[in-house]
């Protein structure tokens, strides 16, 4: 089993890419971020990977989703990829109002998104999913997209 470690994400170190499914070891947020992704599965939230179990190590395996991710922080972000971006969290926000998993807050939010959280192609990594509101993590988000 040949292991590639996936080293763009700033968040969570030892992720791995085994036969196109990525490792990574379980985190105290886990078992939310699973049911996270099971209800965006649920409702055809193409961005977002899938949680597929655990693999002999104890680490959580999910789909892999293939685009470029940006090693580093950059300003050379082009409008287009900020509008982008903007488009998919009002998408995610969306997926999550008013459910079950968003409990008594108004939406999940992301809580880290930067260009290391987002691929060109258009998906999005979960590192630590939150309870929040929509405009304190879409302005402060997006600042960070923009710097």
Do not use: W
Not at 82 to 110: M, N, Q
């Amino acid at each position: 089993m040949n292991e590639v470690r996936l080293t763009a994400g700033r968040v969570t170190e030892e992720v791995v890419l085994i036969d196109n499914t990525v490792h990574r070891p379980a985190k105290p947020n886990s078992r939310f971020v699973r049911a996270l992704l099971a209800h965006l599965e649920e409702c055809e939230f193409e961005a977002a990977p899938r949680y597929l179990g655990s693999d002999d190590q104890g680490r959580e395996v999910f789909s892999f989703k293939p685009g470029d991710v940006p090693a580093e922080l950059s300003a050379n972000i082009s409008d287009h990829a900020l509008a982008s971006a903007a488009r998919l969290i009002r998408r995610f926000h969306d997926a999550t109002a008013g459910t079950d998993i968003a409990a008594s807050r108004e939406v999940v939010c992301h809580n880290d998104l930067s260009p290391q959280s987002l691929t060109v192609c258009g998906s999005i990594a979960f590192a630590s999913p939150n309870l929040s509101q929509r405009t304190s993590n879409s302005s402060t988000e997006l600042t960070r997209l923009s710097s």
